[in-house]
């Protein structure tokens, strides 16, 4: 079982970024997928969480309203959209398979994670 995220890189305050993940090695359409993120010197930490079918979504506080949560089961695919990211977002962000339904929200499976760097 494999999640490959890539989207991550150097943005400026105010810009935005697309993550994506792709699984494979099963399929995990009948699957909640999520992102977290775990800043320097800190803990990880949820960001978002999608059902199975795409129906409902989770949002961590910091993000509400910024991060948007997607996913494509035709292609095993997660998306996260970030708009207005401010320095506080930079960290290492993971996805995530088989994401709890409630908090604390945990998982599964992880990626490998891909950097996100947010420079004011």
């Known amino acids: 079982v494999q999640l490959q995220a890539c989207g991550g890189g150097l943005v400026q305050a105010g810009g935005s970024l697309r993550l994506s993940c792709a699984a494979s090695?099963?399929?995990?359409?009948?699957?909640?997928m999520g992102w977290f993120r775990q800043a320097p010197g800190k803990e990880r930490e949820f960001v978002a969480r999608?059902?199975?079918?795409?129906?409902?979504?989770n949002y961590a506080d910091s993000v509400k309203g910024r991060f948007t949560i997607s996913r494509d089961n035709a292609k095993n695919t997660v998306y996260l959209q970030m708009l207005s990211l401010k320095p506080e977002d930079t960290a290492v962000y993971f996805c995530?398979?088989?994401?709890?339904?409630?908090?604390?929200?945990?998982?599964?499976?992880w990626g490998q994670g891909t950097l996100v760097t947010v420079s004011s």
């Open positions: 995530a398979a088989d994401v709890t339904r409630y908090p604390p929200y945990d998982s599964t499976y």
């Open positions: 090695g099963r399929t995990f359409s009948r699957s909640a």
């Open positions: 999608i059902n199975w079918i795409g129906s409902s979504t």
